[in-house]
């Protein structure tokens, strides 16, 4: 069982709000991810990080923002919502190149924003 | 560009094997194919990856041609909770490559 955990499952805000998706593991992996996945739709990469202090933007341009000041917490900001940003947040982990061999990725269960 | 070419979705008879095909043409010498699933919303699911001999695992099998251009998931006997989305991928994990998801295989197991 993959030990990722994405806070909350579910969550409906008003435009304009902020708010902070949460994402932590347990298996002490270097690499972490944040991909958007709209419904029936492919994932995308929307940012990264290598370790403590590194953060890089993916594939797919994001207004969110993330932070990385522990090694098992990644969680991702979004100053004001609109509802363009309604879609499913998958966070995700990796041991990484540096301390293993990097070979697999494990995903939470997700966030299922929605903002009206 | 895409790295890999999968069927948008395939049909299987529940108790049966499934086949999913993946095309990667252009795959380099350090590269692993990857196979993840996805049930529903859920976050994906690692299955199995290999370079170029072929892998079995509890859960599936991965074939890989002998060029490593194209390679095959096997579910050896298909039931209702394999349906899925199915997504191949090539990466050196080494390196700390980034997993990229293409559209993959809506597979579906009829009963």
């Known amino acids: 069982e993959a030990d990722i955990y994405q806070t909350p499952r579910y969550l409906v805000i008003g435009t304009g709000k902020k708010i902070t998706l949460e994402c932590s593991q347990t298996?002490?992996?270097?690499?972490m991810y944040w991909y958007q996945q709209d419904p029936g739709m492919e994932l995308h990469l929307i940012h990264y990080?290598?370790?403590?202090?590194?953060?890089e933007k993916g594939d797919l341009s994001s207004e969110s923002t993330v932070s990385r000041i522990r090694t098992e917490h990644f969680p991702l900001t979004l100053e004001s919502a609109r509802p363009s940003h309604t879609s499913q947040y998958l966070c995700?982990?990796?041991?990484?190149?540096?301390?293993?061999?990097?070979?697999?990725?494990?995903f939470g269960q997700g966030t299922r924003l929605t903002v009206v | 560009d895409a790295k890999t070419t999968q069927p948008p979705s395939m049909d299987c008879a529940e108790g049966r094997a499934a086949n999913l095909p993946c095309n990667h043409s252009?795959?380099?010498?350090?590269?692993?194919v990857y196979w993840y699933r996805q049930i529903h919303s859920q976050g994906p699911q690692y299955i199995i990856h290999?370079?170029?001999n072929n892998e079995t695992n509890e859960m599936a099998s991965l074939i890989i041609t002998e060029d490593r251009k194209s390679s095959t998931l096997i579910l050896p006997h298909a039931t209702l909770r394999d349906t899925a989305v199915y997504y191949c991928?090539?990466?050196?994990?080494?390196?700390?490559?980034?997993?990229?998801f293409g559209p993959g295989t809506r597979l579906s197991v009829l009963p």
């Open positions: 995700a982990s990796s041991e990484g190149p540096i301390r293993g061999q990097d070979t697999e990725a494990f």
């Open positions: 298996m002490g992996h270097d690499k």
């Open positions: 990080s290598y370790g403590v202090n590194s953060t």
């Open positions: 252009t795959i380099s010498g350090n590269e692993y």
């Open positions: 290999g370079l170029k």
């Open positions: 991928i090539v990466r050196v994990p080494f390196y700390g490559q980034n997993f990229v």
